[in-house]
């Protein structure tokens, strides 16, 4: 497995208190129904799912809980995919682009009723979202954007540059409006499923690394480094950016990225706290948290040498609340909280989903780009589908031979 070191500096979500996940060493050989491997967002949504259905779940972490890149994300939740619509239907047509937009918008949606389901306390809040004018998009195109996005049944108000300074106190000149994404706090999300996880059953062992992967005809063995073996009949690769060597990943890049969080300023805040993003490559993007902190990011680099990527911080920190003061300068702009991390993508902005070639009972889940918190419920869905010998409608849009295809 090509080990990272997923993240640096002080991330914000350090200011708030998640609950404990209890976890024991792996002393002995064990047997399962469904292996999962990693601790995060993914494993802990996959955990959820597949223990929801009756499944016998272990779940490994060659750290812990929560200490692998999801401390690091934003959390904005958003339907809306970093690739554009028009540009990904240009990419790979428009009906199967459509319908990965429609899937992405289903995932918030039962993202939401799920938490709202099982009452976990995880911040979460509904929020709009503007997506400016940038060098991807602008004028015309951005308009053309809405347009396809209304045409594929989802909620899409072009704004010009006098609505979006009236409404919002934006100055660019134009933005794209959507409804109905979310905001949360990605750790107590993470801890919370897996706590309801293990009250099903589900067993977590820390510290644990998989070295090797012998698929058989009704089974996995799985080596580990502490030499003890787990059977399962399933295995759901969940390890976010550090790829097993068995997955493939000709379709998939790790880059690096930053984010900067301010004090509490509530008053300060812009109407409805909209996530704000642009339409640019690299591109900013905004939101703020329950207490109101503003948390900002971008200036994402195209490599995933951690020492590069760690000297850059506090330059980029600078750059990120430069950026910040010149787009909302009512706030105070200086960072509490900087950090740097771990960026999934592949040449689409789809992720990659479902059973490795020849291994049908190898499960992976990679390319998150900037939706992993939606892709890791669209992961969990097909997954948990697969296993259960249910065929997930769109499974062979993010499975890796739809990644070969699209691209092509």
Request: charged share 25%; proline share 9%.
């Given at each position: 497995m090509r080990k990272l070191d997923l993240r640096t500096g002080r991330p914000v979500w350090r200011a708030y208190?998640?609950?404990?996940?209890?976890t024991e060493l792996l002393t002995r050989d064990i047997v399962c129904d469904v292996l999962v491997v990693g601790m995060g967002v993914s494993g802990a949504m996959m955990a959820e799912a597949l223990t929801s259905e009756g499944h016998r779940v272990a779940v490994i972490d060659r750290r812990g809980p929560l200490l692998g890149s999801t401390a690091a994300t934003t959390a904005l939740v958003q339907y809306e995919i970093d690739v554009p619509l028009s540009k990904l239907a240009r990419a790979i047509g428009r009906a199967p682009a459509e319908r990965a937009w429609r899937r992405s918008r289903l995932a918030v949606m039962n993202l939401k009723a799920h938490i709202e389901q099982l009452g976990l306390p995880c911040d979460l809040a509904t929020r709009s979202t503007l997506y400016l004018a940038g060098n991807e998009l602008s004028g015309s195109a951005l308009e053309e954007e809405a347009a396809l996005r209304r045409d594929a049944g989802m909620y899409s108000r072009y704004l010009t540059a006098k609505p979006l300074q009236e409404e919002f106190g934006i100055e660019r000149d134009g933005a794209i409006l959507s409804r109905d994404n979310l905001a949360l706090d990605p750790r107590k999300l993470t801890a919370g499923l897996l706590n309801l996880a293990h009250e099903r059953g589900a067993r977590f062992?820390?510290?644990v690394e998989a070295t090797e992967f012998a698929h058989g005809k009704d089974r996995v063995a799985v080596a580990t480094k502490c030499g003890r073996t787990i059977l399962a009949q399933h295995v759901a690769l969940c390890t976010g950016y550090e790829l097993p060597a068995c997955v493939p990943a000709d379709n998939h890049r790790v880059l690096s990225t930053f984010?900067?969080?301010t004090k509490p300023q509530p008053r300060r805040l812009w109407?409805?706290?909209?996530?704000?993003?642009e339409a640019s490559s690299p591109y900013l993007y905004v939101r703020a948290t329950k207490d109101g902190r503003v948390v900002c990011g971008g200036e994402d680099e195209d490599f995933q040498d951690e020492a590069r990527r760690d000297a850059l911080l506090p330059a980029k920190t600078a750059a990120i609340a430069a950026k910040l003061a010149k787009l909302m300068p009512q706030l105070d702009t200086t960072p509490e909280f900087a950090w740097a991390g771990a960026f999934g993508s592949t040449s689409t902005g789809l992720p990659i989903i479902g059973p490795l070639p020849r291994k049908p009972r190898i499960h992976a889940v990679l390319g998150y780009g900037g939706n992993g918190i939606t892709f890791s419920r669209i992961a969990s869905e097909i997954v948990a589908a697969a296993i259960a010998g249910r065929t997930d409608s769109d499974a062979s849009l993010f499975d890796?031979?739809?990644a070969s295809r699209n691209s092509g």
């Open positions: 208190r998640a609950p404990s996940v209890a062992y820390r510290k984010a900067i969080a109407p409805e706290e909209a996530f704000v993003w890796f031979r739809g």
